[in-house]
């Protein structure tokens, strides 16, 4: 099934990979989705959309593990301020529902904020825009379709 992701990566020549696993309502995390896909957690990213304090919409994408640095994502976007958007807040603004949120072909063209830990695989997966079906596609082609900033993005790991 070719999503607006899927379409999008194809008119620029892309090449990528569609991945469907078994969706869980009740467990739309990022790990559950790694395991049903076979990837590592660090490899599958999620995309979360946040707020500026000027109202300025942005996506955060992080690895699937790990957890937004609120005060990092603000920095990178000139911000002084960051918050998570309201879970009401994000299909009407992206045209995507929670565990299908993609930067690619979103709604509105949003800034994107990638970390920059996905520069360290060969391949990394993101929702290809719908729960149940993942994009894996090389790290350097999902920068320059989602037009993503490279920055570091995710809390340091407690001790």
């Known amino acids: 099934m070719k999503t607006n992701a899927a379409r999008l990566l194809d008119r620029l020549g892309i090449a990528y990979e569609l991945r469907e696993y078994t ?14 896909i076979g990837m590592p957690v ?5 995309t979360l959309l946040c707020n500026l304090q ?11 593990g790990a957890e937004l640095d609120l005060k990092k994502l603000a920095s990178a976007a000139g911000a002084k301020r960051a918050e998570l958007a309201s879970l009401k807040d994000v299909e009407p603004l992206t045209g995507y529902i929670r565990g299908g949120v993609t930067v690619m072909g979103a709604k509105k063209p949003f ?7 996905l520069e360290l695989f060969d ?15 090389v790290p350097a082609d999902y920068l320059r379709a989602s037009e993503a900033t490279v920055a570091d993005l ?4 407690a001790a």
């Open 54 to 64: 000027d109202r300025e919409h942005v996506f955060a994408v992080v690895p699937g």
């Open 154 to 157: 995710t809390k340091a790991p």
């Open 111 to 117: 800034r994107a904020f990638a970390d920059e830990t």
């Open 23 to 36: 969706v869980d309502p009740a467990d739309l995390s990022a790990p559950a989705v790694a395991t049903k």
């Open 42 to 46: 660090e490899q599958v990213f999620k």
């Open 123 to 137: 391949t990394v997966s993101v929702s290809a825009g719908q729960r149940g079906l993942q994009i894996l596609l």
